[in-house]
């Protein structure tokens, strides 16, 4: 999605619901991609997290990406 992320964390995270963090990964992309956006946490269900992207105009390498 471009306005969020969902994940699965191997063992319970240590931030709660509203925190604020810094998401990092990389696209596989030929090129491997690094993508770093801050994000809210939504919600934490087990070992599942949903964020949702605080830059709401993300259209980016990660937009491009998502849409190509």
């Known amino acids: 999605s471009m306005t ?7 063992s319970l995270p240590e931030f709660m619901v509203e925190d604020t963090v810094i998401v990092d990964f990389k696209l596989d992309d030929r090129d491997r991609t690094k993508i ?3 994000a809210t946490v939504l919600r ?15 259209i980016g390498k990660l937009g491009l990406y998502l849409i190509g």
Request: charged share 30%.
């Open 4 to 10: 969020g992320l969902q994940f699965s964390v191997n």
């Open 36 to 38: 770093q956006e801050k």
């Open 44 to 58: 934490i269900q087990s070992r599942t997290v949903g964020l949702k992207f605080e830059d709401k105009g993300l």
